[in-house]
């Protein structure tokens, strides 16, 4: 070999042995105390919505990356090494089939859908069911809102014939419940003139006038129906009466609801319809995960989060976790609450 080259060669391997022994050894090193991280995707729905917000509180109360301090020194109580976050997403069907898919560890559901989509029945009959849905906790009520403007003439669900209606976006929650409230008064799909938008974009569509009204099934007071009450430009419409009645003595996941006056600024009570929200996660994460995000989630600490976060978040009470669930719990869950003695 040229005695340059050899040179060259014989410094350049001392270099790499020179960086690369500390190299290894800070490998070594961090990796003999570094926790290991865990990514936690919880699904939720769109940013207008209350899945959202909710899911942002209790992604940052479950977190508690390597390196936190400790809970009981004013640090993070959320689970070691878990890093969660809240995605936005289309809503409750979304949620279920990505958690089926493998591209979300967990999302929220209403009842009603993740029952239908575990057991394969109803918008689930074609694409099978998802036997690998399992719960953390049932959460808060949502309350079906049909918003409608002011100006619009419609005082009940059968006003909505010929109306220009959003529906939700196919893979929403509220567009399951939507067709299921039209059905039972008799209304089809085409019976409106359905403009599929999320809640968000429902709520601009309504302010220029270029919609009638849309449906939300979202826990009260949901961003997209409190900024249209704050400028007067809506209504709530009652969905009730008897083909109400028979859905609800139909399907044990719907309750009666008289949402209180002043709910919503200037919008006196009304009667509708509420369906548990409630936190799924795939049956594959690890059961020490899930307990510890249990845990987590049921931490004093979590409950401050939740009471300043969203009115929606003091109704988040652990008595209330295990009713009502469309699907089995998450063993991980299941062990925590039987410590807690919500579960016998
Ligand atoms: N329940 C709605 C759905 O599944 C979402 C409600 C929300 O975003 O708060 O479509």
């Known amino acids: 070999m040229h005695r340059r080259f050899w040179f060259a060669a014989?410094?350049?391997?001392?270099?790499?042995?020179?960086?690369?022994?500390?190299?290894f050894m800070g490998v070594f090193a961090a990796g003999a105390v570094?926790?290991?991280?865990?990514?936690?995707?919880?699904g939720t729905g769109s940013t207008a919505g209350t899945y959202f917000p909710v899911g942002g509180i209790i992604a940052s109360a479950i977190s508690s990356p390597p390196g936190s301090r400790d809970c009981d020194r004013g640090g993070s109580c959320g689970a070691p090494g878990l890093v969660a976050v809240a995605q936005s997403t289309r809503?409750?069907?979304d949620n279920v089939r990505q958690i089926r898919d493998g591209s979300l560890e967990s999302g929220f559901s209403q009842s009603d859908v993740a029952y239908w989509a575990f057991n394969g029945e109803e918008l689930f009959e074609e694409e099978g069911a998802v036997s690998s849905l399992r719960a953390i906790a049932n959460l808060y009520p949502e309350t079906m809102h049909l918003v409608v403007r002011?100006?619009?003439?419609?005082?009940?669900?059968q006003d909505l014939r010929g109306k220009r209606i959003s529906l939700d976006r196919?893979?929403?929650?509220?567009?399951?419940?939507?067709?299921?409230?039209?059905?039972?008064?008799?209304?089809?799909?085409?019976d409106v003139e359905d403009v599929p938008l999320a809640s968000g974009a429902a709520a601009d569509a309504l302010r220029e006038a270029e919609i009638d009204g849309f449906f939300f099934t979202a826990g009260t007071p949901a961003a997209a129906v409190q900024e249209l009450a704050e400028e007067a430009l809506v209504e709530l419409v009652p969905i009730e009466g008897p083909p109400v009645e028979a859905l609800l003595a139909d399907s044990p996941f719907f309750a009666d609801q008289m949402l209180p006056a002043g709910t919503y600024p200037g919008i006196g009570a009304t009667h509708t319809v509420s369906v548990g929200a409630q936190w799924l996660v795939a049956e594959s994460v690890p059961e020490e995960t899930v307990y510890q995000i249990t845990r987590a989630l049921w931490h004093p600490s979590t409950r401050q989060l939740l009471e300043k976060g969203h009115p929606k978040g003091a109704q988040i009470m652990?008595?209330?976790?295990?009713?009502?669930?469309?699907?089995?719990?998450?063993?991980?869950?299941?062990?925590?609450y039987r410590e807690a003695e919500v579960l016998q």
């Open 91 to 93: 809503g409750s069907v």
């Open 10 to 23: 014989r410094v350049g391997r001392v270099l790499r042995q020179a960086l690369l022994v500390p190299l």
């Open 318 to 336: 652990i008595e209330k976790a295990t009713e009502g669930l469309g699907v089995p719990l998450h063993p991980g869950a299941e062990r925590y």
């Open 170 to 190: 196919k893979g929403s929650g509220t567009r399951v419940d939507a067709l299921l409230i039209l059905k039972a008064f008799g209304l089809g799909e085409d």
């Open 34 to 42: 570094a926790q290991e991280i865990t990514f936690f995707r919880i």
């Open 150 to 157: 002011y100006d619009s003439g419609i005082e009940s669900v």
